[in-house]
């Protein structure tokens, strides 16, 4: 990841952060791998709700964060793989298989609190940073190889 954004856009609002979430979800190919990073809060879970209804899973109101279990499946046309690591214990990470959903391919694999895997998620993937501005506005920002701008400038467009 570089330390330059490929695009960074300020959300005005939750239904904001998952109309884009949505649309990105529309976009996006199968496969994918999405790196979602900031502080509790800053709308990771909102923006993969909308995602979620992008890529039309079966359930996209089971959308939460999924604390205790770590990983949750979404079954649809384009299955979503949702996960979050706060609680993640140090080194523990390769126990729970994450790694299995990119390297099986044909997920969409959505991963909050990304950061505390050591090594990083695949080099192909797109990271989202959420930063709170305010009570209200988030500042989303878009890290990854340049071919992602397309999609990515698509999906925020009003
Ligand atoms: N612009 C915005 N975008 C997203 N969420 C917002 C925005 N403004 C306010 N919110 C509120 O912020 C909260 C974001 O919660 P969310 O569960 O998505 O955060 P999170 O980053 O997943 O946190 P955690 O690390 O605890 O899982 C929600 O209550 C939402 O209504
Ligand atoms: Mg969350």
Redesign the pocket.
């Known amino acids: 990841m570089t330390s330059v954004p490929l695009f960074q856009f300020k959300?005005?609002?939750?239904s904001?952060?998952q109309k884009f979430g949505k649309k990105l979800g529309a976009l996006l190919p199968a496969g994918s791998v999405l790196a979602l990073n900031?502080?509790?809060?800053?709308?990771?879970?909102?923006?993969t709700r909308g995602l979620a209804l992008g890529l039309k899973v079966q359930s996209p109101k089971e959308v939460r964060?999924p604390t205790f279990t770590l990983i949750a499946e979404h079954d649809g046309p384009k299955p979503l793989c949702h996960a979050?690591l706060?609680r993640l214990e140090g080194g523990e990470w390769s126990a729970i298989g994450l790694s299995e959903y990119w390297a099986r391919g044909g997920w969409v694999v959505a991963v909050?609190?990304a950061d505390k895997i050591p090594s990083g998620l695949p080099s192909g993937c797109l990271t989202l940073q959420?930063d709170i501005l305010s009570?209200?506005?988030?500042l989303i920002r878009v890290f990854g190889e340049s071919h992602w701008i397309k999609i990515v400038q698509k999906a925020a467009q009003p």
């Open positions: 959300s005005s609002g939750p904001a952060t900031g502080n509790l809060g800053s709308g990771k879970t909102q923006f964060s979050d706060y909050e609190w959420f009570p209200t506005r988030r």
